[in-house]
């Protein structure tokens, strides 16, 4: 990663580029179940703390809301047709 952010910076590219964490190979997050450092299944990955969607969306947009928490996505309310996927009812 070093390396390509110097290939970046080389060409103008503005970049965020942070290497405080040893994430290894996946996505960190704050539901992560794997150590920070390790690049293991299912590559959710918890790196004490660090909450990477927070940093990159804060980069992205400015100020976001708090985090969600509790139940995010209840997909027993989806129904299978056989090609598309569609809601029935309501979500508790």
Not at 8 to 27: E, F, I, L, M
Not at 29 to 36: K, N, P
Not at 47 to 71: E, H, I, P
Request: charged residues 15%; glycine residues 10%.
């Amino acid at each position: 990663m070093n390396d390509l952010n110097s290939e970046y910076q080389h060409y103008g590219v503005a970049t965020k580029y942070d290497s405080t964490y040893a994430a290894g190979q996946g996505w960190e997050s704050l539901d992560g179940e794997v150590a920070c450092g390790t690049s293991a299944s299912p590559y959710m990955i918890d790196c004490s703390g660090y909450d990477s969607q927070k940093t990159w969306l804060t980069y992205f947009y400015g100020t976001v809301n708090a985090r969600k928490t509790g139940t995010l996505f209840y997909q027993t309310a989806l129904k299978n047709t056989g090609t598309n996927y569609y809601v029935i009812g309501t979500c508790p």
